[in-house]
């Protein structure tokens, strides 16, 4: 590969609260691009509040988060593409209004490659939102971020409302439709169905990262799945 392993993300002295409560507790994290990167962590162990900041949508309470060098905000907004774990869309729209918005709103928003990928998944552009159920939506929105060509992917629990058929789907469009030197953070407590795309795991617990590794490297130096490694750390 051609191009040279730079920190896309960079967090440092991370922490959010909300009055006395901590959110998040001193975080440091690092990512570089190229990776597929799965945030891990039981409900309520910070993953979408970290998410949320990475993207701009809440302030710190302390320290700072650098993308590609650049401080959160317009500029990062840019080249992240982001998948919220609920749904955003206006559901009166069509599939194919919503395709219009996002080409007039990103620059660089592909619309041949979302038809491709609608058209893949046997979803209709002309049905309005409102009739889809709702793993038929989140397959829309998943189109819609992987059609993007941005430096960083963040999906949050991309994969809670859909069949298991389809989540295999799912994470092969995710493998094919990134960009080669992008990176993509998948936030999941799903991590048996998502494990065999990982390149770098991060644990995070009651707001603290407990643990950031190579996958496969946690798989040898435990002699377990990933899946099994989280339950044994957390004992769920």
């Known amino acids: 590969k051609g191009w040279i392993s730079m920190e896309l993300v960079n967090i440092k002295n991370l922490s959010k609260s909300y009055g006395k409560k901590k959110v998040l507790d001193n975080i440091n994290l690092t990512i570089t691009n ?19 900041l990475i993207n701009d949508l809440l302030t710190p309470t302390e320290g700072k988060i650098l993308i590609n060098g650049k401080s959160v905000g317009v500029e990062t907004k840019k080249i992240i593409s982001y998948l919220p774990e609920r749904t ?41 939102l409102s009739k889809m159920s709702k793993g038929m939506q989140e397959k829309v929105q998943l189109v819609l971020v992987m059609s993007r060509s941005a430096d960083l992917y963040i999906l949050d ?23 080669e030197n992008a990176s993509v953070i998948i936030s999941t407590h799903l991590i048996s169905d998502i494990e065999r795309i990982l390149d770098e ?27 099994e490694v989280f339950r044994r750390m957390f004992k769920c």
């Open 157 to 179: 629990e991309p994969l809670g409302g859909v069949d298991p058929a389809t989540r295999d789907y799912i994470l092969d469009t995710i493998l094919s439709n990134f960009k």
């Open 34 to 52: 190229g990776k597929i990167v799965g945030l891990l962590g039981k409900n309520g162990a910070g993953k979408t509040t970290l998410i949320k």
């Open 201 to 227: 795991v991060v644990f995070i617990d009651k707001g603290k990262i407990i643990l950031q590794s190579e996958a496969d490297k946690l798989r040898t130096k435990e002699s377990a799945s990933i899946d």
């Open 88 to 128: 955003y869309l206006n559901k009166q729209m069509k599939v194919v209004e919503v395709l219009d918005y996002f080409s007039d709103f990103y620059d660089n928003f592909d619309k041949g490659k979302a038809l491709k990928l609608l058209k893949d998944l046997d979803l209709d552009v002309n049905m309005n």
